[in-house]
């Protein structure tokens, strides 16, 4: 790593720590999600990064992928989880929190399950276990606390333009004796009091780019050339392209996804009436361990 990828790398991770800090306490119940998801990424641009992917803004059984569309009229309430991402020259800080909008001290305890997991998950990885114990350490917090954690959700390596790149971090018992080397991690639990395993829900209007392969259509390929050179290989949504094209992209966003240059992110969610809380701090294991995102 170069002194300058790791100064990108710090750069993310205080940008997305002040961002926190400062939205938190502005979400109330019955704020329109848009509002929250357009703050925090204005922000983002105001502070010196980019989003590194749409903010993610999931109520209760949605454990993640749900990002405001265009003309969303969903508005704050529940257990609503914020995962937010800021880069610096492709090097990414990926961090969430949660939030019970309810008073409900049900919701309360399930935040703090998924908290304390990502605190203890830390503690194993500065001490230098195995992803193995790792996974444990999550299993047994969340446990401990009367919920499960949700077994097909990760932790994730991270790099240069890439959210999710080289090794995964299971949030459960498992065998691996493998440990973190250097490089850029995402450990992020989920706990929730339903099923533990979520399943593809319906389509999130988050997208990637996965080929540059010709399109016909001239309108589809500025689409496809302004993805390529802004988001590069990082997530976007609908609603960015919306605001920079107007809703005419939507129907080229359909024809790119069709001829295979996107690949569309299903919402991903728990069985109706549970609940899911996350918590997600991003690592930099280097000659020393930073939590860069906190
Ligand atoms: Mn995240
Ligand atoms: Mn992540």
């Known amino acids: 790593m170069t002194p300058k990828q790791k100064e990108n790398i710090l750069k993310a991770g205080k940008i997305a720590k002040q961002i926190k800090e400062w939205i938190k306490p502005q979400i109330k119940k019955g704020i329109p999600l848009i509002e929250i998801a357009e703050k925090i990424e204005d922000k983002i641009i105001e502070l010196g990064g980019k989003p590194a992917f749409p903010t993610n803004l999931s109520i209760n059984e949605i454990a993640a992928h749900y990002t405001p569309s265009y003309n969303d009229e969903t508005h704050a309430n529940g257990l609503l989880k914020v995962d937010l991402g800021v ?47 790792i996974g444990k350490t999550i299993q047994e917090t969340i446990e401990s606390k009367g919920f499960s954690p949700v077994i097909n959700l990760t932790g994730h390596e991270m790099n240069e333009y890439e959210l999710h790149s080289g090794l995964t971090i299971f949030n459960i018992k498992n065998s691996k004796i493998e440990k973190l080397g ?113």
Request: some cysteine.
């Open 87 to 133: 880069q610096v020259g492709g090097w990414i800080a990926d961090t969430a929190f949660s939030l019970d909008l309810e008073n409900n001290e049900g919701n309360k305890k399930l935040i703090e399950a998924s908290k304390e997991a990502l605190k203890n998950a830390i503690k194993k990885i500065e001490e230098k276990n195995s992803l193995g114990e």
């Open 182 to 294: 250097k490089g850029l991690y995402a450990v992020e639990p989920f706990a929730t009091n339903g099923s533990g395993k979520v399943h593809d829900g319906k389509p999130s209007g988050i997208y990637i780019l996965v080929n540059e392969r010709n399109i016909r259509s001239p309108e589809a390929r500025k689409i496809l050339n302004f993805i390529i050179e802004e988001y590069k290989t990082l997530p976007f949504c609908s609603r960015w392209l919306v605001k920079k094209f107007g809703t005419k992209s939507l129907f080229a966003l359909r024809q790119l996804e069709d001829n295979e240059n996107l690949h569309q992110y299903p919402q991903l969610v728990d069985s109706a009436g549970s609940k899911i809380s996350q918590a997600e701090n991003t690592i930099l294991i280097d000659d020393e361990i930073i939590v860069t995102s906190e």
